[in-house]
C-alpha cells in the first residue's frame, strides 16, 4: 500500500495498542488472556478475568462488548485520565459490518416479538457510547464503515483532531463483528512520549493490525 504524506505538524506516539482475535487478547504484542470457545463465551471469561464490576456489561450486544473490553485492556495500566478533561479524549473507529450482527438477530425477533433490548443496538456507534459512558470521555467520536481497515484514514482523521487541538488524546482503530467473525484492534494515541511509544503513523498501523491477525 502506498501512502500520502501526511502533515503531523506535531509529533503524535502511540502509546499502546491491544487486540481481541482469534480467542486471544494481546495487548502491545505480547498475549495476556486467551478462551477456547465462541465468542460469547470470550467476552464473559474476558470480563471475568479483568474482575470488574460493571453490571451493565451483560447487557451490551457483542460489538460493544468487544469494544468496551479492548478499551479496558488498553487503558489498563497505561492510561491516566487525570493528564486529560473528558472533552480532551476521542474516539475514532472503523468497521466493515457495521451493525449488521444486531440488524440480523433483530429482524429475526420481529418474526416473533420485536426485542427492544436488541433494537437498542442496531446503531454501530453505541459501542462508542458504551466506552465513553464507562471512561467518561466527551471529546469527538466518529464510526466510519469501510470495506476494510484503512489505516492511513483513520491517522488523517486523528491527526486533524490533534493538529487542531480539538482533542489532545485518542482511542482509534477497528472493532467488527458478526455472528462468530471478529476482530478487534485498538491504538491509544497521544502527543506525549513514553519509553515504549512508537511513532503514529498509518504505516505503524498497518503493521500492528496485520501482525495481530
Not at 175 to 199: G, H, M, P, Q
Request: hydrophobic letters at 40%; one cysteine or more; aromatic letters at 12%.
Amino acid at each position: 500500500m502506498k501512502y500520502n504524506n501526511i502533515k503531523l505538524l506535531t509529533e503524535k506516539y502511540i502509546t499502546g495498542f491491544c487486540s481481541i482475535d482469534n480467542g486471544i487478547v494481546a495487548k502491545d504484542g505480547v498475549a495476556i488472556f486467551g478462551h477456547q470457545g465462541d465468542l460469547p463465551g470470550l467476552l464473559l471469561a474476558a470480563y471475568q478475568h479483568l474482575q470488574l464490576s460493571y453490571p451493565k456489561f451483560y447487557k451490551m450486544d457483542n460489538l460493544s462488548k468487544l469494544g468496551w473490553l479492548t478499551t479496558e485492556f488498553l487503558l489498563k495500566n497505561t492510561f491516566n485520565p487525570g493528564d486529560y478533561r473528558p472533552e480532551e479524549t476521542g474516539v475514532i473507529l472503523a468497521n466493515a459490518n457495521s451493525s449488521l450482527d444486531d440488524d440480523v438477530k433483530y429482524w429475526e425477533s420481529i418474526k416473533d416479538v420485536a426485542s427492544p433490548s436488541l433494537f437498542v443496538y442496531t446503531l454501530p456507534n453505541i459501542v462508542i457510547g458504551e466506552i465513553c459512558i464507562r471512561n467518561h470521555f466527551k471529546g469527538e467520536q466518529a464510526l466510519y464503515i469501510q470495506p476494510e481497515f484503512n489505516a492511513e484514514f483513520i491517522t488523517q482523521q486523528v491527526s486533524y483532531l490533534l493538529n487542531k487541538n480539538i482533542i489532545q488524546a485518542c482511542i482509534c482503530g477497528c472493532i467488527d463483528v458478526f455472528e462468530e467473525d471478529y476482530k478487534a484492534v485498538l491504538f491509544l494515541v497521544e502527543k506525549k512520549k513514553t519509553d515504549t511509544s512508537v511513532v503514529f503513523s498509518a504505516e505503524k498501523m498497518d503493521e500492528i493490525f496485520n501482525k495481530e491477525a
